[in-house]
């Protein structure tokens, strides 16, 4: 069975930690077995959050075959859009810890 390709979503705007987790993430998902996309790595620094989503949304639909969530007690309209798309479309949707579970067996 084919490796799936995740998408890294989690909570950015309102995070001050975001780079730290979303990096340790990545680091983890990758150790795992995983090939991971990250919004840090697609977006640029200066972007608003609207050319971000929009950004994100497009890899997320085209690149991608399921969806690593990063959680966070921060609320993030971004994650939640991000989780229903992909749940819409019927990708696989879990957390960082389950999918690394998962790659461990």
């Not at 987790?21 to 998902?29: G, M, N, P, T, V």
């Amino acid at each position: 069975m084919k490796t799936p390709v995740l998408y890294l979503s989690g909570a950015i705007t309102r995070n001050p930690n975001y780079k730290r987790e979303f990096e340790a993430a990545r680091k983890d998902l990758i150790d795992a077995g995983y090939t991971v996309v990250s919004p840090l790595d697609i977006c640029d620094d200066d972007w608003d959050w609207n050319k971000c989503m929009w950004r994100c949304i497009e890899v997320l639909v085209t690149q991608c075959d399921a969806v690593a969530i990063i959680p966070s007690g921060y609320d993030s309209a971004g994650m939640e859009l991000e989780m229903q798309i992909a749940e819409r479309l019927g990708m696989q949707v879990k957390t960082v810890e389950t999918w690394i579970k998962e790659g461990e067996k």
